[in-house]
């Protein structure tokens, strides 16, 4: 689809990411920005990024332009950010909407920058910062949260990512502005062909049953209660196998435990994949444990190429996972829990109905999209 099919007209974004993969060409981010690019009249793009990456201010189409804050640190993002907005302001740029990914760091540096250009504020979310568990992972979370009740009223308009986070927004006495409800877009190649060294069932002959868990390994995705599950349920289904496909700074710690637990042989580590359709595709069930999320990509990825869940109640869970139906919900948490419903898997004493949900087209996501960015002009 090409950019011009989806240009509404006259409208100027300024956004505030975070993401750097943005100045990557032929990126999903890139190619996200590219997207967003055809709802505006023009689109600036303030990302956070350290000097010492290398970043150049970039126009990567007529419309849109891309700036890193080039800081020091990454505790100069903030500063950087700002100053970077003055220079926008001064060299002539006009905004009607300043959009930020977070309603932390960024959203704090759109709060300041829209009053700059005088233009209004859109915040995004797609973390479920009230959950307990996340004030609980660290003292700049905690800030984050503070942060986050500050701005938010502020805000025009916001965009959340499941109805989850809006419910929990309600529920903890927020006074919401006009606020979308729009999941992670979510693409599905349901007939692509899958070799036989990507097919899980080939490639891992050994095993009865294959698992498959995919995320970074970072505290809040909580992989250690997966491996710990596993324990209880290779007791009873000793062929059961979990392959753990993701990258992260606990990737050592994960891996210790599993020979602490004597799991060599039924936890297999495949590193990061950017595709993993065979991996749903061939995979018998997918374990999603996380303290907390915004909504769950993996896990719609998952249901929509006929993959049951077992999953933490968090994100997507009541929503694209239906407790009995195309999956298992259980306690955050819970390792018990979560074995045990590992465990009637296995064994075949629960089945699943998964049929393909309907899918948001682009088309209708990113008008969508556009349509929150006009909300906070309203």
């Known amino acids: 689809m090409s950019v011009s099919l989806w240009y509404y007209g006259q409208m100027k974004v300024l956004m505030i990411s975070s993401d750097r993969k943005v100045f990557e060409k032929g990126s999903a981010v890139r190619s996200r920005i590219l997207e967003y690019g055809g709802l505006a009249d023009e689109l600036h793009v303030i990302v956070f990024a350290k000097r010492s990456s290398g970043f150049r201010d970039e126009t990567i189409s007529p419309n849109i332009f891309l700036y890193p804050t080039n800081s020091l640190g990454k505790f100069f993002h903030v500063p950087a950010a700002i100053i970077r907005a003055v220079i926008l302001k001064r060299q002539g740029v006009t905004i009607d909407v300043v959009t930020t990914q977070d309603p932390f760091e960024a ?9 700059i ?43 959340v990512v499941s109805e989850r986070i ?20 979510v693409k599905v190649q349901q007939n692509k062909k899958i070799t036989p060294s990507e097919n899980l069932r080939k490639k891992y002959p050994q095993f009865d049953f294959h698992i498959l868990a ?13 491996i710990n599950a596993m324990r209880l349920v290779v007791n009873a289904h000793p062929k059961t196998g979990l392959i753990i496909v993701g990258s992260g700074h606990e990737e050592s710690q994960l891996r210790k435990l599993v020979v602490e637990l004597g799991l060599e042989e039924n936890v297999v580590f495949e590193g990061w994949q950017s595709d993993l359709f065979a991996h749903y595709r061939t995979a018998d ?5 996380s303290y907390y999320e ?3 990509m993996t896990v719609a990825e998952s249901i929509a190429l006929g993959c049951p869940v077992v999953m933490t ?18 306690p955050v ?34 008008a969508a999209y556009r349509k929150s960015w006009e909300d906070v002009l309203v």
């Open 214 to 226: 995919a995320s970074r390994f970072s505290r809040e995705k909580n992989i250690q209660s997966v």
């Open 107 to 115: 959203g704090l540096v759109g709060y300041f920058v829209a009053r």
């Open 313 to 330: 109640d968090v994100g997507c869970a009541g929503t694209v996972v239906r407790d009995k139906n195309n999956g298992l919900i259980v």
């Open 166 to 185: 809006k419910n929990s927004l309600f529920i903890n006495g927020y006074k919401l502005p006009a606020t979308t409800i729009l999941p992670i877009f």
């Open 294 to 296: 915004g909504y769950g």
């Open 333 to 366: 948490g819970d390792t018990p829990a979560l074995a045990y419903a590992m465990g009637r898997v296995v064994s075949g004493k629960v089945k699943f109905d998964v049929t393909t949900p309907k899918l948001t087209t682009k088309e209708e996501y990113l």
């Open 285 to 289: 069930l997918f374990i999603l444990s």
């Open 117 to 159: 250009f005088s233009a209004r504020l859109h915040i995004q979310i797609h973390t479920d910062f009230l959950s307990p568990y996340f004030a609980r992972e660290s003292l700049l979370n905690r800030a984050r949260v503070t942060i986050a009740k500050f701005l938010i009223p502020k805000a025009g308009a916001l965009r």
